[in-house]
C-alpha cells in the first residue's frame, strides 16, 4: 500500500509541474478551453444518443412517431 501511495504522489507531481510555468490568466484560460470541450463532447455525446434511439424506434415501432389528428 505504501507503494501505491508513493507512485500516486509520484504521478501527482509530474501531472501539476506542466502547469507549475504558467500564469493565472492561462490556467484560467485553459480550464476555460477544457469546460469548452467537454461541454461540446457532452453535446455530441447526447446527439448521438437521440440519434441511437430515434433510429432504434423507427427500426422498432415507427407507429410511436406517427402525429395523431386532434379533432376540433
Known amino acids: 500500500i505504501a507503494l501505491f501511495a508513493t507512485l500516486k504522489d ?3 507531481m509530474d501531472n501539476s509541474a506542466q502547469y507549475q510555468h504558467l500564469t ?3 490556467l484560467i484560460s485553459l480550464l476555460l478551453q477544457q469546460e469548452m ?3 461540446k463532447q457532452e453535446v ?3 446527439e448521438d444518443y437521440i440519434d441511437n434511439l ?3 424506434i423507427m ?5 410511436l412517431l406517427q ?3 386532434r379533432h376540433k
Request: charged residues 30%; glycine residues 0%.
Open 44 to 46: 455530441r455525446d447526447l
Open 59 to 63: 427500426e422498432q415501432t415507427p407507429t
Open 54 to 56: 430515434l433510429l432504434r
Open 10 to 12: 509520484t504521478l501527482l
Open 67 to 69: 402525429v395523431r389528428n
Open 37 to 39: 470541450d467537454m461541454q
Open 24 to 26: 493565472n490568466m492561462e
